[in-house]
């Protein structure tokens, strides 16, 4: 039943990088979007970056160029990339999944239905 799994958070320290990866079920894995979440301590679900099946990519302001998500379709696993990591992208960072096609004008959590478990992710300052 569990539909998307994030994995490869962690603790790191600043200038760092990680990987974070989710996989998906196939079902869900083929939706018109893939995005990633993340929820800093004491602040509001934000959008990180989306992937949409047409090949639209879309990026929080000032994380496009630092973050970076693809997808390794025979895997049905998405990633995001973060480099350069700062204290600032302490947060719980969720994969999730729109199965409408409007999830391409942005990345608004309201259009999607299917969201993972979270992965914590820690930067040392």
């Known amino acids: 039943q569990v539909q998307l799994v994030e994995s490869g958070g962690g603790s790191v320290q600043s200038g760092g990088s990680l990987r974070l990866s989710c996989a998906a079920s196939p079902y869900v894995y083929t939706s018109p979007c893939l995005a990633w979440f993340r929820q800093k301590p004491g602040r509001e679900r934000e959008g990180v970056a989306l992937?949409?099946?047409?090949?639209?990519?879309r990026y929080y302001g000032s994380l496009e160029g630092r973050f970076t998500i693809s997808r390794d379709n025979p895997k049905n696993t998405l990633y995001l990339q973060m480099n350069n990591l700062a204290s600032e992208d302490t947060a719980t960072y969720f994969c999730a999944a729109s199965s409408q096609w409007a999830c391409t004008r942005g990345i608004e959590a309201r259009l999607f239905s299917f969201w993972g478990q979270g992965t914590q992710v820690s930067v040392a300052s």
């Open positions: 992937l949409a099946a047409n090949g639209i990519t």
